[in-house]
């Protein structure tokens, strides 16, 4: 069985990529902030639930310990917690998204590294956004080019940075960022737009179940490799 563990995956696009990734046979461990309605996304799924907050360092310690005594390894680390951080922008909201959407990412790697390395084909796929391509919010003829989410924007940018970093300096093990294409969430209600999660989960759900000879080092959406 594949061991896999989504971050934030007790709703949206999280969620939908678990209930995908169990389809394919695979052990799935939903990491959740909040342990009641991780467990209950988990029982609905038939998954298994970690309280996992991204922000904390003893949450993710205590998170990869169980995953280590339940199963020995890890073999698919889906970052998928995130924030828009669409209000005021200042300093202690800068804080929060770039503690999130890319310190966290880095904190959860670290932890898993070592379960990572126990796999037989050990994948990360951080769900990134073109929001963070500087040719994207920068092309007129892109959507992202007409979307002032500084915040948003910066730390996912970093999210990808982060990812092309670690695929560098971990070449066993296969690191992917995705765009999962505009979803309709709890983070784009305000915004009323959005395809069902269904399919975007698709795309990550293809980035996390890679040949051992898949690509590492990417940013991609439904199409194919992104400029960014």
């Known amino acids: 069985m594949t061991v896999t563990l989504?971050?934030?995956?007790?709703?949206?696009i999280g969620f939908?990529?678990?209930r995908q990734l169990l389809e394919r046979g695979h052990t799935v461990y939903i990491g959740a902030r909040d342990a009641e309605r991780g467990e209950k996304a988990a029982a609905e799924l038939g998954a298994h639930c970690v309280p996992l907050d991204v922000t904390d360092d003893a949450s993710v310690s205590n998170a990869l310990a169980v995953i280590?005594?339940?199963?020995?390894?890890?073999?698919?680390?889906?970052?998928?917690?995130?924030?828009?951080?669409?209000?005021?922008?200042?300093g202690p909201a800068a804080l929060r998204a770039f503690d999130t959407n890319a310190v966290g990412i880095v904190r959860v790697t670290e932890a898993a590294l070592p379960l990572l390395r126990?796999?037989?084909?050990?994948?990360?796929?951080?769900?990134?956004?073109?929001?963070?391509?500087?040719w994207a919010v920068t092309n007129p003829g892109r959507p992202e080019s007409g979307m002032p989410l500084a915040l948003y924007a910066a730390s996912k940018a970093a999210a990808t940075m982060l990812t092309v970093q670690y695929a560098k300096s971990?070449?066993?093990?296969?690191?992917?960022?995705?765009?999962?294409?505009?979803?309709?969430?709890?983070?784009?209600?305000?915004?009323g737009i959005g395809r069902p999660v269904t399919e975007s989960a698709k795309v990550v759900v293809r980035l996390a179940?890679?040949?051992?000879?898949?690509?590492?080092?990417?940013?991609?959406?439904?199409?194919?490799?992104?400029?960014w």
């Open 170 to 191: 971990q070449p066993g093990i296969k690191f992917n960022a995705v765009e999962p294409g505009t979803t309709a969430t709890d983070m784009t209600a305000a915004f």
């Open 118 to 134: 126990k796999s037989s084909n050990p994948t990360v796929v951080t769900v990134s956004s073109s929001m963070g391509s500087f």
């Open 16 to 18: 939908e990529t678990a």
């Open 209 to 227: 179940t890679l040949d051992a000879d898949g690509p590492t080092g990417t940013l991609q959406d439904e199409l194919g490799t992104l400029n």
């Open 68 to 90: 280590e005594s339940a199963e020995g390894r890890l073999d698919v680390l889906v970052h998928n917690a995130g924030i828009l951080a669409d209000g005021p922008v200042d």
């Open 6 to 12: 989504i971050t934030g995956a007790n709703k949206g």
